[in-house]
């Protein structure tokens, strides 16, 4: 606790030793003095303008004092504001934090540390900085429009300021509204020596660059402005061309449009150049003065900028008219009233403009309605004013302040030693100036001033501000608060510094004397009805807007509440809004009256320390209690600090509350003390006490539960996976025991089937054939090669030779086969059919099979083309062979083996040989076949060799040594031919009786190329007997030999195949059995 060591002097006045003024103020000093500026009263915040800058400001001492409680470092307004805002967090009370003290004491620049330390702890976030941007933005705007030098502070706010910052339950800003309170407007047109006008004019001349200056049709020069004080133009240590651009980008983060800003300078801008507006003396024709413009060129201008016809603005401002219930009269203004109505004109404009940029201010940081909020409220009020000459103005701000110092009182001083006598708590009184007696003199709603002031402007007949006065002098003549020439006169009381329009009321912080000149006119703050009328008419939107009642249709005859009485209902509400908040007190004091720092002038803090009743506050801080609270929220917030009461207590509020603090060894009887419904707590060490005890509690709370909850999560999460682990398993083993069971059947239908089949085919043996399987499988193997060529057949791709298409294989086994047939086929239809009958080309190629000619039987046109390309030679082999077929196809054995050899006719080299050709004799034609025959004897059956010669008209048999030939016989001899329908070449030459050489008989011969020469002998008999020679294929028939008949039977050897030698056998003299 910094509170008591190493600390300058006392940190709370609270421990101050002894309780005096004078140890206060030396307290109070020496602080001051080594730069502690804030000390401590129990909660409330003392405040000493240091007029310079601190090192005690910004992130880190932020930091610092958000870790902290309040008592643990240095008094700063840091501390208050942390308080303010976790009580708002955690406690879900709406705060105030009432900045009071006298004009420069420093309220302005408290608020602005509260606003920025609460900006600083409160959430974060896109959203939550933009809405923070837009309330700290809103401080420069309002001052440059609000605040003015003034001989006692360079930035006094001349306007009162409350300020409320809505959070959401997380504490994060939501927005905020501000109510402004009577802005000083005289100061548009008149300051007092050594004041400046509000510092927007003077921010706009410097800081306007010179084409905006120019739109506004102004000069930078300060001293060309009748409404700009010349003497002062500049204030020291304020730059304000750089103010400008604060403002101005300040209005561009509140939301302000640019079109806005612009308005807002050009009404701005439109102020200046009326208090330019130079007014002459005129006269009317009757001689009355009038009043008319000099300067015609400024308010042309003006008009322009207005929007409005100069003439127009002129006859607003020199003439009035007064409407009557039946006629409007209008009445020309002398110099002196036309100067009045100017002036009324700029600081309406003035301070309608300063209402409107609030309004607009409010609009950009309003908050959603429905939204749950807290609020807090910060108050930066105008302080307490005593000048040389008080007006009407300086009258209500220090009403103001003597109400503030009411809820001060109210709630420090008076209801707390109160609420000591309600709770039963033995207590000492602590005396105090009660300042309701001053309220009440000012705003009693019949007897008060502000209330006879009303009055005075309602009243018909002739109304002064001394007919006011001695109002006054008459209702208060024996209040001890108000004072005037007249009462002190009555008291014989001399005082030269009394005026006789001067009336002077005994505040709580001293005495004041107000002039009441002009206290009628600035009450009924009424704008003629004529300048209102063309300000509305007007094009300038803005200006336009500011003045609604000049709209002809909502002119009301009405009059408006009074400007007394507007402050009043307002301050009213004000008091109404601080009184449901949970106050927060800072005591701005100003240590000089010089704006110097390190001066600290005994007397003027003392003047301060007194009326603020700051003494009476220690006192009864002292005695009473720092801290107090019902048993129910103190029990409901601190329950968790007994084990009696945590998790449940089920006595009575106060018993628990008693039992908790019972347990606390720091909280003894001295410093705690049970009020009838309240427990009350001396010091707020105890209270911090309490509080970090809470907090260490709810750590262990909170690792509790964290540990619980860990404890959980990890059970839980153990259980899932045990479960998952033990449904993995089951299911990977009943998988596992699928697959096996699986194998094992599979294994055990393979054995069985074995094990069946063995036993089967054991059974079944003794009924099958042997060699079955043999001709079952060729049998299903011919069956399935006769499926596949049936299919060939059907799907023989086309003739074309381009088309290599060929359907695949049905099985495995017949792919050589396919591939064999696929290359026939190709080789087929790529040569022409007579290339494979040519004679001239021996071997002779192989024929396609028979179905394929078929299958692919030539066109009639192409059959015609072939025949026209054929030789009369290859005719007649074709000839020679389609006759053998008709002879011998499907007779006799030996046919099929002779189609494909080609039909030569010779084969004993006939044409070489001379010898031979002479057996021919004087045969003509050509030797039709040539070859050796075998002879078979007719006496044994024994055969011998005999060349055989064919002619056009003979057959001519020789022996094969002799040269001569042995029989001729003619062809018309021959009377058939007999021959078996086996492959063997024995035929028998069936000669006619009547034949020379038929006598002898027939002829019984064997030839190794009987189909040719028989076919030959066949086409020489038709050729040249125009018979046709019987050939019979018979495998029995008769031979004449000689004379008798012999009967030849030709069996087949066992090889069959006409290769083999034929053996005759005689059977008897009319049998000849011929094997072959
Ligand atoms: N904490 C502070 N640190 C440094 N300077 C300060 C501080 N408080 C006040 N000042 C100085 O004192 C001047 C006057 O303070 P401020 O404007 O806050 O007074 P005020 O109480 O608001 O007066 P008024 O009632 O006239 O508005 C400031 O401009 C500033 O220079
Ligand atoms: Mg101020």
């Known amino acids: 606790m910094t509170l008591l060591e190493g600390s300058i002097g006392v940190e709370d006045l609270v421990l101050l030793e002894p309780l005096e003024e004078e140890s206060m103020l030396k307290n109070l000093q020496l602080r001051y003095e080594n730069k502690e500026i804030y000390t401590y009263i129990g909660n409330v915040l003392v405040s000493v303008n240091p007029y310079q800058q601190l090192p005690i400001y910004g992130p880190e001492f932020i930091t610092k004092y958000q870790e902290c409680t309040f008592y643990e470092l240095k008094p ?24 009071t003290g006298e004009s420069g004491a420093g309220k302005t620049e408290a608020s602005k540390l509260v606003m920025s330390y609460v900006a600083a702890v409160c959430g974060k976030g896109e959203q939550v900085n933009s809405v923070k941007e837009q309330l700290l933005q809103s401080n420069p705007v309002l001052e440059a429009f609000g605040n003015a030098k003034t001989i006692r502070n360079n930035n006094s706010s001349r306007f009162g300021k409350y300020m409320d910052i809505e959070f959401d339950f997380k504490g994060s800003p939501l927005g905020g509204v501000i109510t402004n309170y009577l802005l000083e407007k005289s100061r548009v047109v008149k300051q007092l020596k050594g004041e400046r006008n509000f510092h927007i004019f003077y921010q706009l001349l410097a800081g306007a660059d010179a084409q905006l200056l120019a739109a506004l049709k102004l000069e930078r020069d300060t001293g060309g402005y009748a409404y700009l004080n010349r003497e002062v133009s500049r204030v020291d240590g304020m730059d304000d061309a750089s103010n400008f651009k604060s ?52 308010v042309r201008e003006i008009g322009e900028m207005m929007g409005l016809d100069s003439k127009e603005l002129e006859r607003a401002l020199c003439s009035r008219t007064m409407a009557t219930a039946k006629e409007k009269v209008v009445t020309a203004l002398n110099v002196v009233q036309a100067q009045y109505a100017r002036d009324a004109l700029a600081k309406n404009i003035y301070s309608r403009l300063f209402n409107w940029i609030v309004n607009r201010i409010n609009e950009s940081i309003k908050v959603g309605i429905g939204e749950k909020k807290k609020v807090m409220g910060v108050l930066d009020i105008y302080g307490f004013e005593i000048l040389e000459d008080n007006s009407f103005e300086q009258f209500v701000i220090n009403y103001c302040n003597e109400k503030l110092q009411q809820v001060f009182i109210e709630l420090t001083l008076k209801e707390e030693q109160e609420e000591y006598k309600r709770e039963g708590i033995p207590w000492k009184k602590v005396d105090y100036f009660d300042n309701g007696i001053i309220c009440n003199l000012i705003e009693h709603n019949q007897r008060g001033i502000l ?125 109404k809004n601080l009184y449901s908040k949970n106050p ?7 240590p000089n009256e010089h704006q110097q720092r390190g001066q600290f002038s005994r007397e003027l803090v003392a003047t301060q320390a007194r009326y603020l009743g700051l003494l009476e506050n220690v006192r009864v801080r002292r ?42 060894s720091a909280c003894t009887s001295e410093e705690v003390t049970f009020g009838k419904t309240k427990i009350f707590i001396k010091s707020p060490k105890t ?49 596992m025991q699928k697959k096996r069971y ?13 094990v069946r089949g063995w036993k089967a085919r054991k059974d079944y043996r003794k009924y099958f054939r042997s060699g079955a399987a043999l001709t079952l499988s060729s049998f299903i193997y011919k069956s399935l090669a006769q499926k596949f060529l049936l299919g060939l057949k059907n799907n023989l791709p086309s003739t074309s030779i381009l088309d290599k298409k060929w359907p695949a294989a049905p099985y495995k086994c017949f792919t050589t086969a396919n591939q064999e047939l696929q290359r026939l086929y190709h080789q087929w239809k790529c040569l022409p059919l007579s290339f494979h009958i040519s004679v001239s080309l021996p071997p002779f190629p192989a024929l396609p099979p028979s179905s394929m000619i078929i299958a692919s039987a030539p066109t009639h046109s192409q059959c015609k083309k072939f025949r026209d390309q054929l030789s009369p030679k290859q005719v007649e082999v074709l000839r020679e062979k389609l006759c053998a077929s008709e002879l011998f196809k499907g007779k006799k054995a030996a046919y099929p083996p002779s189609v494909p050899v080609p039909f030569r006719g010779d084969y004993i080299g006939l044409r070489g040989n001379p010898k031979l050709q002479k057996l021919t004799g004087r045969e003509e034609g050509p030797v039709l076949m040539a070859e050796t025959v075998r002879k078979v004897n007719r006496g044994n059956g024994k055969t011998s060799s005999r060349i055989l010669l064919l002619t056009k008209g003979h057959v001519i048999l020789t022996d094969s040594k002799k040269s001569q030939a042995k029989t001729v016989i003619g062809l018309e001899s021959v009377a058939g031919v007999s021959v078996t329908s086996f492959q063997d070449g024995l035929f028998c030459l069936h000669l006619s009786e009547i034949s020379s050489v038929g006598s002898k008989g027939d002829f019984l011969l064997v030839s190794e190329h009987v189909v040719e020469l028989l076919t030959k002998m066949y086409r020489a008999v038709l050729d040249t007997t125009q018979r046709q020679l019987p050939i019979t294929v018979a495998e029995q028939f008769s031979v004449k030999f000689k004379e008798s008949n012999v009967t030849v039977k030709v069996t087949q050897g066992p090889r069959g195949n006409g290769n083999g030698k034929l053996s005759c056998k005689k059977k008897g003299s009319h049998g000849l059995e011929v094997t072959v």
């Open 76 to 99: 700063h307004i840091y501390a208050l504001a942390n308080v303010a805002y976790q009580s708002l967090k955690f406690r879900d009370r709406d705060q105030c934090i009432l900045i």
């Open 247 to 298: 403002v101005q980008s300040a209005m561009t983060v509140i939301g302000f449009s640019e079109e806005e800003i612009r308005w807002v300078l050009e009404v701005t801008a439109l102020v200046l150049k009326l208090g330019n507006v130079k007014l002459s003396d005129e006269f009317q024709a009757n001689g009355i003065p009038a009043s008319g413009i000099s300067d015609a060129r400024g």
């Open 451 to 575: 209330a006879m002031l009303d009055e005075e402007c309602l009243r018909p007949g002739v109304v002064s501000d001394s007919t006011f006065l001695a109002k006054l002098n008459q209702l208060f003549s024996k209040h001890s608060h108000y004072e005037s020439k007249v009462t002190q006169n009555a008291q014989r009381q001399y005082d030269h510094t009394m005026g006789l329009s001067c009336f002077r009321i005994c505040h709580y912080a001293g005495k004041v004397t107000y002039n009441v000149n002009s206290f009628i006119d600035k009450n009924n703050d009424l704008l003629f009805r004529d300048l209102s009328q063309a300000m509305w008419k007007a094009k300038h939107p803005l200006l336009r807007s500011l003045f609604p009642e000049g709209d002809p249709k909502q002119a009301s005859l009405k009059r408006p509440p009074t400007a007394g009485a507007q402050f009043k209902s307002s301050v009213a509400i004000l008091m």
């Open 584 to 590: 927060n007190y800072i005591r701005c004091i100003k």
């Open 623 to 664: 005695a009473g209690y720092a801290f107090r609270q019902g048993y129910k929220p103190f029990l409901e917030r601190y329950r968790l600090l007994s084990r009696s009461t945590w998790p449940r207590w089920n006595g009575g509020d106060r018993e628990g509350v008693e039992k908790i603090l019972g347990e606390l």
């Open 687 to 735: 209270l911090f006490y309490l509080e970090e005890q809470r907090r260490l509690r709810i750590q262990q709370l909170a690792t509790l539960i964290q540990k619980i909850y860990r404890g959980w999560r990890c059970r839980t999460h153990y259980q899932q996976m045990r479960k998952s682990q033990i449904l993995i398993s089951s299911w990977f083993r009943g998988t």
């Open 742 to 754: 699986g194998k094992m059947k599979a294994s055990v239908l393979l054995i069985q089937a074995f």
